[in-house]
């Protein structure tokens, strides 16, 4: 994955949601929302500590302007990191945090940064020096606040220190040259320390992003059909069970369908195992297709299918059943000159008071399963009554 520019950040453009780009920019957005409260109330403090400690030799208008400046800009900033931790933006409005963000952080450093360079003495080179050293420290606690994300804490970095430093190089008084110096050396030492934090940060997100995928994706298998992408059987007794136990206690009504192949050892025998994966295939798209959002279609093992259906009175579900015996019956599978054509049995119960759990579910319907194929198979039989 290639690091997106400076460039690139500023540009206002989110990367497509869902991707790796698009989890890492959330994440940073996150952790900067969640760290700022802290520096926030940090900052008012400091800035009233500046105007205490200059207000023997400084402005006092200027001071109070400033203070209030700096004190207004903290408190939206801190309101904004309320709402945020509040509404958990969704990542399509992520990319107008960022920018509120990023603005906000600007314009509370650049009151810092200018301001603090406007407010010195100026005749007091002690005076300059305590307050350039509040800069250096607010700058400090905007690397260890806001490295997370690196396009914010650089620009906060520089609105803070550049314009002291700049004004520093250009008097004449060698001790304020020297510590513009200095403050050189910081500055570039502190954007050294954010992209390298960035870089790790970026590595420990990717990591973790791809560690969760690769987690979803081996619990998706483990409880997915290879062959034919329908909940295996594991997964369909634990979504039945826990479907079963809702419906008994809030008294809803829950039916489950089993669905078996006709003679399916027959074509395998006579067609090959590729046909038979075929047929199964087949038989699994038309259960697919034959699910509402709240159905579950498995498959349970060989060549036997279930649906199970809340919400669902026997009547309705017969319906259904009815319709994909239908559907399966009117297959015609390509595989090879000769297209496969086979049937189903269908065996249908319905959750009654009696019916204590998802096995005794299962067993009804198994039951009625065994009695569409002993009637002859390619039918449906409905069970009203679980064992």
């Not at 509120?100 to 603090?116: D, E, K, N, Y």
């Amino acid at each position: 994955m290639t690091r997106p520019s400076l460039g690139q950040r500023l540009s206002g453009a989110w990367p497509v949601v869902g991707t790796l780009e698009s989890h890492i920019r959330a994440e940073q957005l996150r952790i900067v929302f969640r760290q700022a409260p802290p520096a926030q109330v940090l900052s008012i403090f400091a800035a009233g500590a500046v105007c205490w400690t200059l207000w023997g030799t400084g402005d006092h208008r200027a001071l109070t302007i400033w203070l209030a400046v700096i004190t207004g800009v903290t408190l939206v900033r801190m309101a904004l990191a309320a709402v945020f931790a509040r509404r958990l933006p969704p990542p399509a409005a992520m990319v107008t945090w960022e920018r509120i963000f990023v603005a906000s952080l600007a314009a509370v450093t650049l009151a810092w940064g200018l301001g603090g360079w406007l407010i010195m003495p100026r005749h007091s080179p002690v005076h300059d020096a305590v307050v350039y050293f509040f800069l250096m420290g607010v700058a400090g606690g905007a690397v260890a606040s806001y490295s997370a994300h690196a396009v914010a804490a650089s620009i906060a970095i520089c609105a803070l220190i550049l314009p002291a430093t700049i004004g520093f190089a250009f008097q004449g008084v060698t001790e304020l040259r020297i510590m513009a110096v200095g403050g050189a050396i910081y500055l570039v030492a502190a954007l050294r320390s954010i992209r390298a934090f960035g870089f790790f940060l970026r590595r420990t997100l990717q990591l973790s992003y791809e560690l969760q995928n690769a987690y979803t994706r081996a619990r998706e298998q483990a409880r997915t059909d290879e062959l034919t992408g329908l909940a295996n059987r594991r997964a369909f007794v634990e979504i039945g069970t826990t479907a079963c136990d809702q419906a008994r206690r809030y008294h809803r009504s829950l039916v489950l369908l089993m669905l078996d192949i006709d003679h399916f050892k027959r074509i395998n025998d006579t067609r090959g195992h590729a046909a038979g994966d075929a047929a199964l295939c087949a038989a699994a798209g038309i259960l697919r297709r034959a699910a509402r959002r709240a159905d579950t279609p498995g498959r349970l093992g060989g060549e036997e299918f279930a649906l199970l259906l809340p919400e669902t009175r026997a009547a309705e579900a017969a319906v259904v059943a009815e319709r994909v015996r239908r559907e399966i019956a009117a297959l015609l599978v390509p595989h090879g000159n000769t297209p496969i054509r086979f049937t189903c049995s269908i065996g249908l119960a319905e959750l009654t008071p009696d019916t204590k759990d998802l096995d005794a579910l299962l067993r009804a319907a198994d039951e009625a399963l065994y009695e569409a194929k002993a009637r002859g198979r390619d039918q449906v039989v409905t069970r009203t009554e679980a064992a």
